[in-house]
């Protein structure tokens, strides 16, 4: 009886690997085996017809660091990570607020606030055209109502970040409304009543009851916004490639266009390398935030 | 509803300015949202050159319209997108449905540690590995074709995860009552499990296409030719500023490609939201 149980056993365990063979199978060939082979691959020099690539140990990542296009570019998604996230979230949990209120036209509102989600970043990036445009653009024309001269939002320094960042911010903040949607309508509503009897204003209620009971949420979302800041490029190859000077360039951009436009994959590879230690760090820190949450579910 | 008793005694009085502001500033938010869009539609209507000055005597008109479909395979791009959405969507329904089983009904030795490296790949961005990714793609000999593009994305860690919880949810009675009747591993996942996991399907399905739908810098990278190129590689290449094309057309060729997905959101709408929030709360 124990022998059939045990064979049972195996047999079963069996089972489960061939189940999901086909699925590991995949992603080691497309997530497991090329982080390492990008790391095998920025420990070697940029080989040339001439000369071939040697093994140069670090070198690569200390080009990195000498390269003053690499202190732009990574202060940049600083830039871009540090605006988004925090601006993104405060909108998306607004938005929901106002979306989830007794207003009139209530199902207009939200779907105007998520419809920028379910768009192509590309298609994105060519609405804002015709805002930026100068001169002729949307924002120009308003504020050259008000006698401001012409602006060209997207080809100077100063501005070509920011003009980045609104369309990001534009984009993914009603993706994150969904989520708080969804939290606020598991929110018993006899809590802002009893709230309310208790003497509390619209504005502590927010504070001390709601933002608490939001906070899972909010840091699911901010580990999608901070993912985000990496992933969502697209709109740099309409807007400004990266330019001027770099001024709005970011790092996977910068990825790509060392490996794709100069050839120079190494250099692109131990790049990667360090956006891969920067999100394994995010991903430790959820797997710890989860693994708290989870204990009283 | 429960206020309105209440505040009835209250009703005298006019509406309170803190819900007055609400109202606008929901308003206001939503108009500034949903403007870029309005404005690109508007601007696809006018004639070539003359969209930006916001002059409303200009007739309307659809020569843009006419002038884009000419001027580039949209039919093949749009045709390619369709293909590979599907073809994905495909391979990760049956991959993940196996995975999310194996992982939820299943003992088997590293169970626990394999998974966690399965969600280790939420974070490893198939993006970010684009280099290697491109070499892994042209050395298999697919290069440039739907396949080459889809494959990466077939075994997701987010559809493994989350069929796995749905598949956890089942209780574990309605299985033993099918396998008394007779079933087959296979017979269960098919006539118990995928049944009961249904809105989960809907869910993923529709994050799923929306996100294939508009990725770009992978298609970029691993297409070269019209036959395979999806919309947006398509769109990219078309609106590029140093083209000189102008705002109108550009418009016009954006509205184009958003179009069929944007009208599936509207008729969908709810569905569609709903999708969103059922992948993403858990």
Redesign the interface.
Same mark, same amino acid.
Request: a negative charge; one cysteine or more; charged letters at 10%.
């Given at each position: 009886m124990n022998e059939m149980a045990r064979l049972q056993k195996r047999r079963l365990a069996l089972y489960g690997w061939m189940l999901a063979a086909p699925a590991l199978a995949l992603m080691s060939l497309f997530a497991f085996y090329p982080a390492i082979a990008t790391f095998w691959h920025s420990l070697f020099s940029r080989g040339t017809s001439r000369r071939p690539s040697v093994f140069s140990g670090f070198e690569n990542y200390g080009d990195l660091f000498a390269d003053p296009t690499f202190w732009t570019v990574a202060t940049n998604n600083l830039i871009y990570a540090g605006v988004t996230i925090p601006v993104s979230i405060i909108f998306a949990l607004v938005m929901a607020l106002w979306a989830n209120a007794h207003i009139p036209a209530r199902s207009f509102v939200r779907s105007a606030y998520f419809t920028p989600t379910i768009l192509p970043m590309i298609a994105a990036a060519n609405l804002w055209l015709f805002f930026y445009t100068p001169d002729l653009g949307v924002i120009d024309q308003i504020t050259g109502f008000f006698g401001a001269s012409p602006t060209n939002w997207l080809g100077q320094p100063e501005t070509a970040l920011a003009s980045v960042i609104i369309v990001t911010i534009w984009k993914e903040a009603g993706f994150f409304m969904i989520f708080y949607l969804a939290a606020l309508q598991t929110i018993p509503p006899d809590l802002r009543e009893a709230a309310r009897i208790e003497g509390a204003g619209r504005w502590t209620y927010t504070r001390r009851v709601l933002l608490p009971l939001l906070m899972p949420t909010t840091i699911f979302v901010f580990v999608n916004a901070m993912i985000n800041s990496v992933k969502l490029i697209d709109h740099l190859f309409i807007l400004t490639k990266g330019g001027p000077n770099n001024a709005s360039k970011l790092i996977l951009y910068w990825i790509w266009e060392m490996a794709f436009a100069y050839f120079d994959s190494p250099h692109a590879a131990a790049m990667t390398i360090l956006v891969l230690l920067a999100l394994g760090l995010v991903a430790v820190a959820q797997f710890r935030l989860v693994e708290k949450r989870t204990h009283y579910r | 509803m429960?206020?309105d008793t209440?505040t009835a005694n209250t009703t005298l009085k006019l509406p309170d300015l803190?819900k007055v502001l609400? *109202?606008l500033?929901?308003?206001v938010? &939503? $108009?500034v949202?949903?403007s870029?869009?309005l404005?690109?539609a508007w601007?696809a209507l006018q004639p070539s050159g003359t969209a930006?000055?916001?002059d409303f005597s200009n007739p309307l008109t659809f020569e843009n319209f006419v002038y884009v479909w000419g001027a580039v395979p949209w039919g093949g791009y749009f045709t390619n997108t369709v293909v590979l959405v599907t073809l994905i969507l495909a391979g990760q329904l049956?991959?993940?449905t196996?995975?999310g089983?194996?992982?939820a009904?299943?003992?088997?030795?590293g169970?626990d540690t394999?998974f966690?490296?399965?969600?280790?790949?939420?974070?490893?961005?198939?993006? *970010?590995?684009?280099?290697?990714?491109? &070499? $892994?793609v042209s050395k298999l000999g697919l290069f440039d074709t739907a396949l080459g593009i889809g494959?990466?994305y077939?075994?997701s860690?987010f559809g493994?995860f989350l069929l796995r919880q749905a598949f956890k949810s089942v209780p574990i009675e309605l299985e033993e009552a099918a396998r008394i009747e007779g079933c087959s591993?296979m017979g269960v996942l098919w006539k118990v499990y995928v049944p009961a996991a249904k809105p989960v399907y809907l869910a993923y399905a529709l994050v799923s296409i929306?996100t294939h739908?508009?990725?770009?810098?992978w298609p970029?990278?691993v297409t070269n030719s019209p036959e395979t190129r999806p919309?947006?590689v398509g769109?990219?290449l078309f609106? &590029?500023?140093e083209t000189g094309v102008d705002?109108s057309v550009?418009?016009a060729?954006?509205i184009m490609?958003?179009a069929p997905?944007?009208m599936a959101?509207?008729i969908f709408?709810r569905q569609?939201?709903q999708a969103?929030?059922r992948a993403?709360?858990r």
């Open positions: - | 429960k206020t209440v803190d609400d *109202v500033g929901a308003w938010l &939503a $108009i949202w949903i870029p869009l404005f690109a601007a930006l000055g916001l049956v991959l993940c196996l995975a089983f194996a992982f009904r299943f003992e088997f030795k169970r394999v966690i490296l399965v969600l280790l790949q939420l974070f490893i961005l198939p993006e *970010v590995l684009i280099v290697e990714n491109y &070499a $892994i494959l990466p077939m075994a860690a493994i591993w929306a739908w508009n990725n770009f810098l970029l990278i919309l947006t769109l990219s609106g &590029a500023p705002i550009i418009s060729a954006t490609t958003i997905l944007l959101f509207l709408q569609f939201i969103f929030l993403g709360i």
